[in-house]
């Protein structure tokens, strides 16, 4: 609870890191099912050709959906959405996001999903392994926007056991 409460702080600097403590609600319930949820799908669908489609996407995803990676727009919308991860997946060989999550909280209010996880992939040029971590709002039962900050990870033993295969 104490690293829940000090990622919640850090998100929320003015919040003092008490208060942090008590607004932060472990990831349950429907809030998990729709973040989970959408990962779960997203793994599966970028083992395939025609995993990643516009109606996929809309399951789990707000028509004017926003995707932000390390404070920039990487996609808006369901059609840039779906068109961003097929890029993703045509110079890839395979990528997973690790789940469970290492970490994750539920906004007091349950609109914001907090996250940190892992991000494994495969290359042409070899493994690469990825930190995430950020944030989910939700609207209406799906996701509004997916805000995250990203850093590179060793592969093998000096890095994250998250990182090894």
Known sequence: MYRTALIASLLAPSMPLQAAAASAIPISGAQA???TGMFEWWNEAIQHPDGFTEAGFARWFTDDARLVINGKLSAQGIPALTAHFRR???RTDSVRIVLPFRDG???ADGRRIFTYHFIRSLSPNGPVCMRAMGYADLRDGRIATI???RAEEP???EGD???RA
Do not use: R
Request: with cysteine.
């Open 155 to 157: 592969v093998g033993p």
């Open 33 to 35: 099912n729709v973040l």
């Open 88 to 90: 993703i997946q045509a």
């Open 161 to 163: 056991p998250a990182c």
């Open 147 to 149: 805000h995250l900050t």
């Open 105 to 107: 909280f539920v906004s």
